[in-house]
C-alpha cells in the first residue's frame, strides 16, 4: 500500500472520528437542555398545584427560554393572568401572552415547522380559547366573528388527536378539534356568526367531530356533555342518528360506550329493543359521578324526553 494511500486513508479516519465525536457532543447537549426543560416544567407544574403563581412565573421565565416549551409557557402566563385572584389579574398581558401561545413564535423554525406539517401552529388550546374571546370580546379585544371563525375553522381542520399534557393548565390540543367543528356546526344550523345557513356542512361538521370523539375523546365528560346538549337542541334532519355513531365509530370497550349503548337496547333507539341484552351490558359497568351527571343530556335524548 503505497504513503499516499496510507496518508489518505489516516486523514479520512480523523475526519470521521471527529464528526462523530463532534455529534456525539451534541447529542450529549441536547439531552442536558431536554433534562433542563422537564426540570423547569416539573417545578411549574407543582406551584400551579398549589396555587403558587407567583413561584410559578419565575419558573415559567427559565421554561420560555426553550423552543418545544415555548407556546406552552405563554399559555400558563395568560392562564395566570387572566383566571387568577386580583393580586395576579392584568388582562393586557394575559391577551399578550395568550396572542404568543395561539399563533406560535417565527423564530423557532424547526418548532414552527413540525406543527406546520400537523395542519397549524401555534397551542390548539390557546387557539381556541381566543377564538372565544373574539366572539364575544373583552376590555382589550373587540369583538371580531370573522377572527374567531378563522381561527375554530382552522382548529377544525387540524389533523392531531390531542393529548391530555401533564400541567392542567396546559392542554395541548384535548378535546378542542371536536369542539370546534361543534360550535361551527351550531353556527352554520342557525346561520349566524357570519356564516349562511348550511344543515349539510352543519351535518358534515357534527359527524366529523362525532367520529373523532369516539376515537379519541369517549372519556371526556366535557365533551359528552356538550354532544348531549347538542343533540336535544337541534331538529337538523342530516345529524348522525346516536346509535349509529356509538355502533360504528365509538370506543367499543369504553364503559361510557357500553353504557349508553345498553340504553339504546333498553330503549329500542336505533336497534331492537333488547331488555336482557340491555342488563347484560350493564353488568359490570361503573361510571364515576361527574361522567354520570355529564351523560343526562345523551340519556335523555336516547330516552325520548
Not at 413540525?114 to 381566543?130: H, I, N, Q, T, V
Not at 376590555?139 to 381542520?157: F, R, W
Not at 387540524?158 to 401533564?166: I, L, N, P, T, V
Request: proline letters at 3%.
Amino acid at each position: 500500500m503505497s504513503s499516499l494511500l496510507l496518508i489518505t486513508l489516516s486523514l479520512a479516519f480523523i475526519a470521521c472520528q471527529s464528526k462523530t465525536n463532534a455529534n456525539q457532543g451534541k447529542h450529549i447537549e441536547n439531552t442536558l437542555e431536554i433534562g433542563k426543560a422537564y426540570y423547569w416544567h416539573d417545578m411549574v407544574e407543582g406551584c400551579l398545584n398549589s396555587n403558587r403563581y407567583a413561584d410559578a412565573m419565575i419558573y415559567l421565565d427559565s421554561l420560555k427560554q426553550f423552543c418545544n416549551y415555548y407556546e406552552e409557557a405563554c399559555y400558563i402566563y395568560a392562564w395566570i393572568y387572566l383566571n387568577s385572584s386580583q393580586e395576579n389579574y392584568d388582562e393586557q398581558k394575559g391577551m399578550k401572552y395568550l396572542m404568543q401561545a395561539a399563533y406560535g413564535i417565527p423564530d423557532c423554525k424547526e418548532r414552527l415547522n413540525e406543527r406546520s406539517a400537523r395542519g397549524y401552529s401555534g397551542l390548539p388550546r390557546a387557539k381556541f380559547d381566543l377564538a372565544l374571546i373574539y366572539l364575544y370580546g373583552n376590555n382589550s379585544v373587540k369583538k371580531d366573528e370573522a377572527k374567531a371563525i378563522q381561527l375554530l375553522d382552522t382548529l377544525s381542520k387540524a389533523d392531531y388527536a390531542g393529548g391530555h399534557g401533564s400541567i392542567k393548565y396546559d392542554w395541548n390540543g384535548d378535546f378542542v378539534g371536536p369542539k370546534a367543528k361543534i360550535m361551527l356546526a351550531s353556527f352554520y344550523e342557525n346561520g349566524n356568526k357570519g356564516l349562511q345557513q348550511d344543515f349539510r356542512k352543519a351535518a358534515q361538521l357534527w359527524d366529523e367531530a362525532l367520529v373523532m370523539t369516539g376515537k379519541y375523546y369517549m372519556d371526556s365528560a366535557d365533551l359528552l356533555e356538550l354532544i348531549g346538549k347538542r343533540y336535544k337542541d337541534t331538529n337538523n334532519p342530516y345529524y348522525k342518528d346516536v346509535t349509529s355513531w356509538l355502533l360504528n365509530d365509538a370506543k367499543p370497550e369504553e364503559p361510557t360506550t357500553q353504557f349508553l349503548l345498553a340504553l339504546c337496547y333498553r330503549m329500542g333507539r336505533g336497534v331492537p329493543k333488547d331488555i336482557q341484552r340491555s342488563n347484560n351490558m350493564l353488568q359490570g359497568i361503573s361510571l364515576s359521578q361527574e361522567m354520570g351527571d355529564a351523560l343526562y343530556p345523551l340519556m335523555d335524548y336516547i330516552s325520548g324526553r
